[in-house]
């Protein structure tokens, strides 16, 4: 069985966590890892389009961006039309991009979350389904 593509990306804050994310999904998901590896400071949009542009072109599933705050990964991915990067620090917002937003990229706080709490984020952004509907139209609307 095929495993499903997941890009992956991080800044020199999100080293540590992406490893832990990839080690535990690594049963589960095919990574194409676009971070740095590294601990030095490095340029995070850098690590970002690379990212947005496997989701945008469906060479991955969806895609996770790790960062201190998450702010600059989220910015930086949805200046691509077809990304909906969304910045995710509890479960209840992980499920609302999802459901609400249909994000294709969970956007993570590594500053800001310990291991378990951030795999528990990205385990209800994956298990959530986009609800339709009335999002469907505001979805619609927002590449502009």
């Not at 832990?20 to 590294?38: A, L, M, R, V």
């Not at 490095?42 to 945008?56: G, K, L, M, S, W």
């Not at 385990?123 to 619609?140: A, L, S």
Request: net charge negative.
């Amino acid at each position: 069985m095929n495993k499903i593509k997941v890009s992956i990306g991080n800044d020199h804050a999100g080293t540590s966590l992406k490893k832990h994310i990839i080690d535990h999904y690594k049963q589960n998901f095919d990574f194409i890892n676009h971070g740095t590896d590294q601990e030095g400071s490095v340029d995070y949009p850098d690590f970002v389009h690379p990212v947005a542009n496997d989701v945008e072109n469906k060479a991955s599933t969806f895609g996770i961006l790790i960062c201190g705050s998450a702010n600059g990964v989220c910015m930086t991915a949805n200046k691509h039309q077809g990304i909906r990067a969304g910045l995710a620090w509890n479960n209840e917002v992980a499920a609302l991009i999802k459901q609400h937003n249909n994000a294709n990229i969970i956007c993570i706080p590594a500053r800001f979350l310990d291991l378990s709490d951030a795999i528990q984020i990205i385990d209800t952004y994956i298990n959530e389904e986009f609800e339709g509907g009335r999002h469907q139209r505001r979805v619609d609307k927002i590449p502009c």
